[in-house]
C-alpha cells in the first residue's frame, strides 16, 4: 500500500493535530450508515487550485457549512496563481478549514458518513494536500472515502440548485473557470460526457490576463467585469471565434492578443502603456467582456440544439459573471432554453459541489480505497 502523508508533515504541529482528536489506530473502513437516505452526511474537501475549501452536506443538498479560504491576495501580487505558493497555503490551511467546517455545521467528526475529496483536474501539489488529508481522515474513521473530478463537481453544483429539488437531466452543461471552458452532455449526476472545449486559454485565463495588461487587481473576472460597467462595449470590435466544426469549440487567446494590440496602438514591439495612459480603459473592459460573452453564449445555444437538449446549465468561477448570466439567460431563453447558474458563491471553487455530488458518487458504489491518487488531469 501506498504511504499515507499526513497533511501536516513538516509544517504544522502536534497541537494542530489534536485540534481534530485523531485517533491513529487503524480501523477497518465500515460501510456508511445511511447511504440513501436524506440523512447521509458528506464531508467535502477541496484543494485543486487557490481555494482551500470544505464543507458539510446532508443528501446532496442541504448545506450545513461550507468554508473557502481564498489565496487570492498571496497571488495578487504575481498577477496569477503560483503553485508552490498555493501548496504551501493549502497545508497551512487545510486542518484548520476542515475544523471550521465541523464547527459550523455544529458536529463532531465521528457524525460524518463519508469523506469526498478532489483528485482531479488541478495543481498536482496543491491536489495531494486535500487527498493526503481526506484519505487520513477516512483512514482514523474507518469512513468511506469518495474522489471527485473538479469539473464534474461544478456541473453538479448548477443542478443542486434546481428549484423544487427537480434534478434537470439530461442537459448540456457549460464549465467556464480560470482553467477550463468546456461543455458536456449530463445524463445524470454521475454521467457526463465531454463534448468539446477551448483550443487555446480558458475563459476565465483570458479575464486574468486582460486585467493584468490593464493593470487591474488578481482575479480578473471581477475587476474587469466591475471597469466594465462604466465602458461602451460597442466601442471596439475585437475578433470573435467562429469554427465550422459540428463539435463544440472555442478560442479565446485571439481576443486576448487583440486587446494586447489594441493597447499598444497596434506595435508588437511597443510596451503595454502603464494603466493612467489608457483613455479607453473601461471602453476595453466593456468590449473585451461582451466578446467573451457573446462567443460563450452563441457556441452554448449552437450546442444545444444541434444535441437536442433544452436544459443548459452554467458553472465555474465565470459564471459570476453579470453580463453572462442575463445574455445566457435572455438569449437562451429566445432560443427555446432553460438556463441555470449556481447562486455566485457556488460558481468559484467551494466544497459544497464536492460533499453533494460525493453524495451520489457514495450511492453509485464510486468509492476509493486508500491507494487514491491525485492527478493534474
Ligand atoms: O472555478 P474557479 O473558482 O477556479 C477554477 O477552477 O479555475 O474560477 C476562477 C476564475 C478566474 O479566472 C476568475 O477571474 C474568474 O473565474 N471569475 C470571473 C468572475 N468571477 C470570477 N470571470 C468573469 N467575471 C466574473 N465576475
Ligand atoms: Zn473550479
Not at 438569449?331 to 466544497?351: E, I, K, M, W
Amino acid at each position: 500500500m501506498r504511504a499515507i502523508l499526513l497533511p501536516c508533515a513538516g509544517r504544522l504541529g502536534a497541537a494542530d493535530l489534536r485540534s481534530f482528536d485523531l485517533d491513529t489506530s487503524p480501523r477497518i473502513p465500515r460501510s456508511p450508515s445511511r447511504p440513501e437516505g436524506p440523512g447521509s452526511l458528506l464531508l467535502g474537501i477541496e484543494s485543486s487550485c487557490d481555494e482551500t475549501a470544505a464543507a458539510v452536506v446532508r443528501g446532496g443538498r442541504e448545506t450545513l457549512s461550507s468554508v473557502v479560504h481564498s489565496q487570492a491576495s498571496l497571488h495578487a501580487v504575481h498577477g496569477g496563481v503560483v503553485p508552490e505558493i498555493a501548496g504551501r497555503s493549502h497545508l497551512e490551511q487545510i486542518l484548520p478549514v476542515v475544523d471550521e467546517a465541523l464547527k459550523r455545521a455544529g458536529i463532531e467528526l465521528d457524525a460524518i458518513d463519508a469523506i469526498a475529496v478532489t483528485t482531479k483536474p488541478g495543481l498536482i501539489g496543491s491536489l495531494l494536500v486535500g487527498v493526503s488529508a481526506a484519505k487520513t481522515l477516512a483512514w482514523t474513521r474507518g469512513l468511506p472515502l469518495v474522489p471527485v473530478h473538479h469539473i464534474e463537481a461544478h456541473v453538479y453544483a448548477a443542478a443542486m440548485e434546481a428549484p423544487d429539488g427537480e434534478r434537470p437531466y439530461p442537459c448540456l452543461a457549460l464549465v467556464v473557470s480560470g482553467g477550463h471552458t468546456a461543455i458536456y452532455r449530463a445524463r445524470s449526476e454521475t454521467e457526463i460526457e465531454w463534448l468539446g472545449a477551448t483550443l487555446d486559454d480558458a475563459a476565465g485565463e483570458a479575464f486574468d490576463k486582460v486585467a493584468h495588461l490593464l493593470g487591474l487587481p488578481y482575479p480578473g473576472g471581477p475587476s474587469v467585469s466591475r471597469l466594465a460597467e462604466s465602458g461602451d462595449a460597442e466601442a471596439i470590435r475585437f475578433p470573435r471565434y467562429r469554427h465550422g466544426g459540428t463539435e463544440p469549440a472555442f478560442s479565446f487567446s485571439g481576443i486576448k492578443t487583440a486587446v494586447l494590440y489594441h493597447l499598444r496602438g497596434q506595435d508588437a514591439l511597443a510596451p503595454t502603456p502603464p494603466p493612467e495612459e489608457i483613455p479607453d480603459r473601461a471602453d476595453v473592459a466593456a468590449s473585451f467582456e461582451s466578446t467573451v460573452v457573446d462567443v460563450l453564449v452563441e457556441e452554448t445555444i449552437r450546442t444545444a440544439r444541434a444535441e437536442g437538449l433544452s436544459t443548459v446549465l452554467v458553472a465555474g468561477g465565470v459564471a459570476c459573471n453579470r453580463r453572462l448570466r442575463k445574455e445566457m439567460n435572455e438569449r437562451g431563453g429566445r432560443a427555446g432554453l432553460r438556463v441555470l447558474f449556481p447562486s455566485p458563491a457556488y460558481c468559484t471553487d467551494n466544497a459544497v459541489m464536492i460533499a453533494g455530488l460525493g453524495f451520489h458518487l457514495l450511492r453509485a458504489g464510486r468509492t476509493a480505497g486508500l491507494d487514491l491518487d491525485a492527478s493534474p488531469r
